[in-house]
């Protein structure tokens, strides 16, 4: 999918997900066009950093707990 898809399922703006993405969260691939292309694991993965980062936790944490 998209990234106006993964902005509209988890109601964060697509300008931030591709922050989350420059940020190592989470990892899209490119098609031959050039578009990202999330999948379901991604849609998650932007809705618990999105949540963590709305709890107060900076991107920079959240990564270093993902690994």
Known sequence: MKIGE???RTGVAPRLVRYYEQQG???A???????????EADVERV??????VRAGIPTRL???AAR
């Open 6 to 8: 993964v902005a509209r």
């Open 25 to 27: 969260l989470p990892t």
């Open 29 to 39: 691939e490119r098609a031959a066009d050039g578009y990202r292309r999330y999948d």
């Open 47 to 52: 809705e618990r950093v999105a949540g963590k």
């Open 62 to 64: 959240v990564k270093a």
